[in-house]
């Protein structure tokens, strides 16, 4: 059953646009961008009519997405400002701060290690292994 949009809703939603596809999950198709007020680390903020709260955790519940109240709401899309339901998912801290050490995780070795192991003789053969 559908029912019309609530004054908070239509204030919400005249406030996104749709955005790109995410490079990284091109299967998720495009996000939902919030055009209002972003704070600095890049999240939408969005007075629901009590307080003002991060969009997109407005947004996955005003989508049916449910989230206790000490879980995050983090993105698959690792888009901030996107507030798409199918681009979020409810989890705890704990799996944000994986969720960005895995996102920012250099790809090449650590330079303070290979350094270690250059003052402790390690030769190439050793190093092409890190
Ligand atoms: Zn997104």
Not at 36 to 51: A, H, L, Q, T, V
Not at 94 to 119: G, I, S, T
Request: one cysteine or more; a positive charge.
């Amino acid at each position: 059953m559908s029912r019309p949009l609530t004054p908070v809703e239509v204030r919400f939603w005249e406030k996104v646009t749709i955005g790109d596809i995410p490079v990284q999950h091109p299967d998720l198709g495009p996000c939902w961008v919030w055009t209002g007020f972003i704070n600095p680390n890049g999240y939408g903020r969005f007075y629901d009519g009590r307080k003002v709260g991060n969009a997109h955790r407005i947004g996955f519940v005003l989508q049916g997405g449910t989230v206790a109240p000490k879980e995050k709401v983090l993105h698959r899309c690792n888009n901030p400002p996107c507030i798409r339901r199918l681009h979020l998912r409810a989890g705890t801290q704990f799996e944000n701060v994986q969720d960005r050490e895995a996102r920012f995780r250099p790809k090449a070795p650590d330079p303070v290690a290979v350094e270690r192991l250059f003052a402790l003789g390690a030769g190439e053969r050793v190093l092409r292994r890190l």
